[in-house]
């Protein structure tokens, strides 16, 4: 509680200031400012470099996994193309297999006939209209 405390009011310091000294206006200097050591400015400079060039290696990375999600966010929306394709496919074939159902269960058809008739020795064939009373 006394470091959160602390943290908002902005007195908790987590480095060395020792070596940091404030000079007066006018000592080689037109305004006030903190004159830290040689070795921990180029320190600080290295550190900035460093950070900087890490940063550059992660933009790169980033943009190189916003070209694969774009990449795959197109291949995504081609399956979606083709499985909507598909699916309008399927409905339409399952629209035209319930018609022909429906006109297979009909009981009324039209047929064609053929026969021979021993007792006046004549074949016979035809064509006519036929209604299904038992289906095998």
Known sequence: MM????LIAGTASWGDTGKVELRP???KLTAPAYVVPV????????????????????????AAQNASLERVAAEFE???????????????EVEKLAQRNERLSS???????????PFRDEAVCGVGVTYAVIRF
Not at 3 to 6: E, T
Not at 39 to 62: F, P
Not at 79 to 92: H, N
Not at 107 to 117: A, E, L
Request: hydrophobic residues 40%; proline residues 2%; negative net charge.
């Open 78 to 92: 081609t399956l979606e193309t083709a499985v909507t394709d598909e699916r309008k496919a399927w409905q339409s």
């Open 3 to 6: 470091m959160l405390v602390s």
């Open 107 to 117: 009981p009324w058809s039209i047929g064609f006939f053929g026969g021979y008739d």
């Open 25 to 27: 206006a006018g000592y």
């Open 39 to 62: 070795r921990d400015g180029r320190d600080t400079v290295e550190l900035i470099e460093t950070q900087a060039a890490e940063l550059s290696a992660l933009r790169e990375y980033l």
